[in-house]
C-alpha cells in the first residue's frame, strides 16, 4: 500500500512563500493526487488536485491564484508552490489520492506569522 511522506513546511511570514514536497512509497501515476490541509479546530479539506496527466488541476477558492500543484510521475512525489501566504493558511498539510484511500502521512506543519 503506497504511503505518503509530506515536507517542506516551516513558519514563514504572511506575504511569504513555501514549497511542499510528498513523496510516495509507491507509483503514483495512474491516480489523482489531492493536497490537504488540516488548520487548528477545522475538519481536513482538500485544497488542490491533479490529474495523472500532470496538466490538469482544480484548486478550492481559498488559495486559487496562490498555490500551485504539481507532480513528478518518475519521482513518486508531488509538490505544493505556496505564495502569497495569509495566516489562514496556517495549517498541517498533507497529501493522498483523491478520496483519501491511502494512508495518511505525518503532514508537514506551515505557519504563518501577521
Known amino acids: 500500500q503506497v504511503q ?3 515536507s517542506g513546511g516551516g513558519l514563514v511570514q504572511t506575504g511569504g512563500s513555501l514549497r511542499l514536497s510528498c513523496v510516495a512509497s509507491g507509483s503514483i501515476s495512474t491516480q489523482t493526487v489531492v493536497w ?17 496527466n500532470n496538466a490538469t488541476s482544480f484548486y478550492h477558492p481559498s488559495v486559487k491564484g496562490r498555490f500551485i500543484i504539481s507532480r513528478d510521475n518518475g519521482k513518486n512525489t ?3 508552490e505556496m505564495r502569497s501566504l495569509q495566516p489562514e493558511d496556517t495549517a ?7 478520496g ?11 505557519t504563518v506569522s501577521s
Open 100 to 110: 483519501g484511500i491511502a494512508p495518511w502521512g505525518p503532514g508537514t506543519q506551515v
Open 78 to 80: 508531488a509538490y505544493l
Open 36 to 52: 490537504h490541509r488540516r488548520a487548528p479546530g477545522k475538519e481536513r479539506e482538500g485544497i488542490a488536485s491533479i490529474m495523472t
Open 4 to 6: 505518503f511522506v509530506e
Open 92 to 98: 498541517v498539510y498533507y497529501c493522498n489520492f483523491v
